[in-house]
Every structure is written in structure tokens, then in C-alpha cells.
């Protein structure tokens, strides 16, 4: 497990480097057409463990040799509480723990996380996009970005996936102005 110290300083770097990058988009981005969010999510039905099965290469996880899992639950509040796993490559678990907060309404798939402590709540850089931009009608194959599309995670409720499946979201995503060619896959199993 890293402190919180260490855990603190590098959100708050990753902040930094997202507010700084805000300025100065990707080819890619500015050449596709806006992202757009799914039509509706059921928050409650997407709740549960998914598994990292791809991911764009992010600072934040640089550590994680995979095993990568996001684990969510609704907290007495109504709110979203997410835990993020991995596996290091010395064989100890990294986590980090965060909450959501909607954009829009009940139903929006327009969702901001935030890993800082409580109390920064507040500061419009500790919160993150994280946009639901592909799900299948049972929810169990996921994909997640946000608007300048320079993260993405493909998540699923197994280890793996379907190969056509997997080949049909990738060209979905395609399509949406993603390089799927910067996927890296995630280990989930020995």
C-alpha cells in the first residue's frame, strides 16, 4: 500500500498535468467530433466489480502490473463510492478509494470521481471526468473516458471477454475518435 502522503502528491500532480494539458488538445480530440456519453445509465444496476481488461497508458497507474479492478457501491448517502485495485509488481495490492458526484440527472452517464481527501472536495481539480461512453444492455462490457478522450478503460464484469465482442467495441470506440492502438491489455489472470 503507498501512504497517503505519496498518494496525495501524485493526484495532485496528475491535477496539475490534466489542468495543464486542458489548454493544448490532442490532434485526435480535435479532429473527432465531441464525445458523447451514453443516453441513460441505471447507477444502481452499474454498481459491483468490474474488471480493467485495456486501459490508455495513465501516470496514475504506472505501478500496476495488473489484477486491476474498480469496485463501486452506493453509500448511505445516495452517492457513489468507488475502490480502485491493482497488483504491483512486487505482489502487494495497491488501492486507492474515491466517490462520484453525477453531472445532469438520475440517469446521466456524465460522472465526476475525485480520490483526494474530503476536504478538498471543493477544489475543481481534484475531481475528475469519467464518462460512460459504452455499455452493452446487460451491463457487463463497459467503456469509460472522458471528454478530450486522453484516458480510456474497457471494463467488464469477467476476466475476459467474448473476442468478437471485444473486436466489435473496439470499432465502436473507433469510430468515436479513439486510436485503440494505444490499449494496452490488462493482466487478469496467472
Request: net charge positive.
Amino acid at each position: 500500500m503507498t501512504t497517503i502522503h505519496s498518494r496525495l502528491s501524485a493526484l495532485l500532480l496528475c491535477c496539475a498535468s490534466l489542468a495543464a494539458g486542458a489548454s493544448h488538445a490532442d490532434d485526435a480530440s480535435t479532429e473527432a467530433a465531441p464525445l458523447a456519453a451514453i443516453a441513460s445509465l441505471d447507477v444502481p444496476r452499474y454498481m459491483g466489480t468490474w474488471y480493467e481488461i485495456a486501459r490508455f497508458p495513465n501516470s496514475f497507474q504506472k505501478k500496476c502490473v495488473g489484477f486491476a479492478t474498480a469496485s463501486y457501491s452506493l453509500n448511505p448517502e445516495g452517492k457513489v463510492d468507488v475502490l480502485n485495485r491493482c497488483k504491483m509488481a512486487n505482489g502487494q495490492s495497491d488501492q486507492a478509494m474515491g466517490d462520484t458526484r453525477q453531472i445532469g440527472g438520475a440517469s446521466s452517464a456524465k460522472l465526476q470521481v475525485r480520490f483526494a481527501p474530503s476536504w478538498m472536495s471543493m477544489l475543481p481539480m481534484v475531481w475528475g471526468d469519467y464518462w460512460v461512453i459504452d455499455l452493452d444492455a446487460d451491463y457487463k462490457l463497459a467503456a469509460v473516458s472522458e471528454p478530450k478522450r486522453k484516458y480510456l478503460w474497457i471494463l467488464s464484469r469477467t476476466t475476459t471477454v467474448d473476442p468478437q465482442t471485444y473486436a466489435a467495441l473496439l470499432q465502436r470506440l473507433s469510430k468515436q475518435g479513439f486510436d485503440i492502438s494505444k490499449l494496452e491489455t490488462t493482466r487478469q489472470t496467472n
